[in-house]
Every structure is written in C-alpha cells, then in structure tokens.
C-alpha cells in the first residue's frame, strides 16, 4: 500500500485498510514521537505550515511531528503580514508554496479549500481543518487514540456535546461505521446529531441511540467522547447559558462507569469535564492530544514517501 | 385539433428539439444549457403545452445540435425530458436524457462558506446521485453540502 503523493483532505477519502495502515504506522512511529528514538526520515524535506485562521494545537503538532522526523517547517507566519492581504487568492499561493516546500499543511476558513488547494498543488496537500467540515488529522488521531487507549473492534462508544456544529464528531461517526462501532449521542435537543448522518448510519446497520442524560448510559460504554458546547454557535447567549453545563461528566457520574471507560475529548474544554476526573484512570483526553503527534508524523512520512 | 396545436411551434429545419419538459421548467432548461440572450440561433419553445400525459413544455433550437453531455443536464431538472436531433424537417436521433453522474460549473453551492462561492478560480462541482427516496441529489465536491430540493433555484 502507498501513499505516496497522497493529499489528505477527508475521512471519506480512506478506506478502513488505509486507515489501519496509517494508525499502524503512527505506532511505529510512537517511541520518535515521544523523544526516545532519533529519527531522519525527512531529512532535507521541507513541510510548509499554511493557517489562515488561529489553531495553536493542530500548528505545533504539525511542526513537532516534523521536527521529529528531521524536516524543516516553513510557517505563513501572521495572514496580516502576508500577501493575502495584498488580494492573492488561495489558488496562487498554493501554486507559489508548491514550488517551495514538498508538503503543504493547510488550515483555512473555507469550506473546501483543501480540496480545491489539492487541485492547484503539485506536492501533496494535508488538511489542517478547513472551514466547519473537515479534519481529518484529528479523526485519525481520535481512532488512534481509541485503539490505543480502549479498542476499536466491538466498540461502544458515546459521545456528548454539541453534536449539531462539531465537525470532530460528525468525521468520527463515519470512520468508526467502518469498524461497526455501536454508538450513542447524547445532547441537550437543541444540538442533536443532524438526522441525515443518524440515517445514514442506520441504514449501514449501525447501531444507534439518542438520549439527553449521560446518567442513563455512563455505565454501558467503553469510550465517551466528550465535546465542548460552543458559545459562538448560539445567537442566543440565555439560551447558551441554559445549555453550558447539562452536560457535565463529574466525579459523582464517574462512581457508575465500567472501571475500563476512557474519556476523550478534542480540547480545549471549558467546564464539561470537572478537573475532578483528570487525575482518574478514565481521563485520556491529554494523552490523546499527545497522539496527534504520532499520527501527524506518519500522515506526513507516509504521504511524502518516506515510509511505503 | 393537431393542425392547430402544431400552429403554436414551428417546425424546425436543422437543429435540437426537447420535448416532455416539466411544465414550467423551459426557462431553466435554457439557462442550465447556457443559453442566454447572446446567444443567436433561433429559439421557440411553449410552455404548459397539453399533452397525453400531462402539461409539458418543449424547446426548439434552430440550427444548432447540442451536445450529449449538455443535454443530460436537462435531466436534473426534467429527468422525462426527450431529446430529438432534426435533420432536413426529419427526426434523425431520439433520445431520453440520461442524468450525468457529474455537473461542473452549473449550479452554485447552497453553503454559502463554500469555496467554490468565493473568488477562487474554480467552477462548483458536484457527484450526482439518485435515489427513490430522495430523488435527485447535488454533493459538492468541495464542501461536501447536498442540494436535493428546488435545484432550479441555483443555476449559475
């Protein structure tokens, strides 16, 4: 299997072989990722950090899954200083960074730009999160961090938040229908899981539940998900404040769980998770952002040739 | 009676006929074809025309026969719509419109973050699917937004 030249941009360009082939990688890659091993596998490569919008966690997992590897990272730097602000659409910069780096990562506000970005680029394109769509870096560090922490076969999984907006968990459920994933959604009914992807997971034969209550199936998963309920996505700041904490996992709900449940979450959080539970063996959510090293390192290693 | 009802559209010499349009669709059609006011040949067509199955309306393009590829985008519009190649006053070619499984710059995105409505130099694109529930559907290749109800409304 190769990938070489392979641009990333969604999970629904994968196939569950592909992405066991990239979680398998990451794991070979892990000891590197944490600093016990030395590696050049791109050495003399030149990854080019492209984010047209703020994401701290997702740049600098990037240029550390880089740095790691021996590569040299070319960032933007600020958009203001740059010459988008001078009018160049994304299409010539794609072109121009093409003819500087031998990958480029892309984070921008537009649904599909990396997509268009992969038309425009002639070395691979790797999505960094583009407009409310797609990340797909970040559903392949969720899988990992799943098969890595708990398992991904004959899993039952809950996730809990802001279903409705959050990209994370909209790429998780069509990834994790690949591995028939028994899955529950648990929100507050204004931020439901939208019905065409409850649909479309049913009609693949998966098996899923809705509910409001984290009380009524805390002690029947072996993953909960969890996500941050997010501000700016209610024109109503009432109705946000009505929301904000009916999800809330505690130490009290915790004395329910199955002594194996992880926890995860995307991060940043705000008050769903009580600092309570982050001393617990449940809590992963910190490990899991580690995870996106690893994975970053084998997504560019792999798409850049490097590992076959 | 069929004397009078071929009074109201004249027959053509040379040129492209398409008949059991949706009633009401005609303008559409024109507009999916690409066809606008600079366009020269001769163009008749009628609208709610009775027919035996139905109102229907018809378009008839003088001189000019259109390709396949922009004939099969009537159909995601008017999926009974029948196409008919006319040669010296003869019906030389008569075809069903068969819908095309990809569309490229025809119609715009509904999300209005999407790439493709911005200035980028890109056309929109999407996959066509068809399914009996849910009839014609448009999947944005870049932002992966489905249009599948009143795609009429966003011809470019």
Redesign the interface.
């Given at each position: 299997m190769s990938f070489k030249n392979r641009n990333v941009i969604?999970m629904?360009d994968f196939s569950r072989e592909e992405i066991d082939y990239v979680l398998d990688t990451a794991e070979k890659l892990e000891p590197v990722a944490r600093g016990e091993e030395r590696s050049r596998l791109l050495d003399g490569k030149i990854i080019s950090l492209l984010f047209f919008e703020p994401s701290t966690r997702t740049r600098l997992s990037f240029e550390v899954a880089a740095r790691r590897l021996g590569g040299q990272v070319l960032n933007l730097g600020s958009v203001e200083a740059s010459s988008v602000m001078k009018g160049e659409?994304?299409?010539d910069t794609i072109r121009v960074i093409s003819k500087y780096a031998d990958l480029i990562v892309l984070r921008?506000?537009?649904?599909?730009?990396a997509?268009?970005a992969a038309?425009f680029a002639t070395v691979p394109v790797i999505n960094g999160g583009?407009?409310?769509?797609h990340h797909p870096t970040q559903t392949f560090l969720d899988l990992y961090t799943i098969r890595r922490e708990s398992h991904l076969e004959g899993l039952k999984i809950a996730m809990a938040g802001d279903l409705k907006y959050g990209r994370t968990v909209h790429s998780l459920c069509h990834a994790l229908s690949l591995y028939g994933a028994e899955m529950v959604f648990v929100s507050p009914p204004e931020l439901r899981m939208p019905p065409?992807i409850v649909r479309d997971l049913r009609k693949q034969k998966i098996r899923v539940k809705e509910t409001d209550s984290l009380e009524d199936i805390i002690g029947d998963i072996d993953v909960l998900y969890m996500t941050r309920v997010q501000r700016e996505r209610f024109p109503d700041p009432d109705e946000y404040e009505r929301v904000k904490n009916s999800l809330r996992v505690t130490g009290d709900l915790l004395k329910a769980a199955d002594p194996d449940l992880k926890i995860l979450h995307p991060l940043p959080r705000v008050n769903e998770i009580s600092p309570e539970v982050d001393e617990t063996p449940h809590a992963r959510y910190f490990e899991q952002a580690f995870y996106g090293v690893p994975i970053r390192m084998a997504l560019l290693a792999l798409a850049m040739g490097v590992i076959e | 009676m069929k004397e009078k009802r071929d009074l109201k559209i004249q027959a053509i010499e040379n040129g492209t006929v398409i008949d059991h349009i949706t009633a009401g669709q005609a303008l559409n059609v024109l507009r999916i074809l690409g066809i606008s006011s600079a366009f020269r040949e001769t163009i008749s067509f009628v609208m709610n025309a009775p027919g035996a199955r139905g109102k229907k309306d018809v378009v008839k393009i003088e001189g000019k026969e259109l390709s396949v590829e922009e004939l099969n985008r009537i159909a995601l519009l008017s999926p009974k719509a029948t196409i008919n190649i006319i040669r010296d006053f003869e019906v030389v070619q008569k075809n069903d419109v068969v819908l095309p499984s990809y569309v490229e710059g025809v119609v715009r995105c509904t999300?209005s973050?999407?790439?493709?409505n911005?200035?980028?130099?890109?056309k929109s694109k999407f996959s066509v699917l068809q399914s009996d529930e849910e009839g014609v559907s448009l999947h944005?290749?870049?932002?992966?937004?489905?249009i599948s109800e009143e795609i009429a409304e966003y011809l470019l």
């Open positions: 969604s629904k659409n994304l299409a921008h506000p537009l649904d599909g730009s997509r268009m038309e583009d407009g409310s769509v065409e | 999300n973050n999407c790439i493709s911005s200035s980028e130099p890109i944005c290749l870049y932002c992966e937004h489905v």
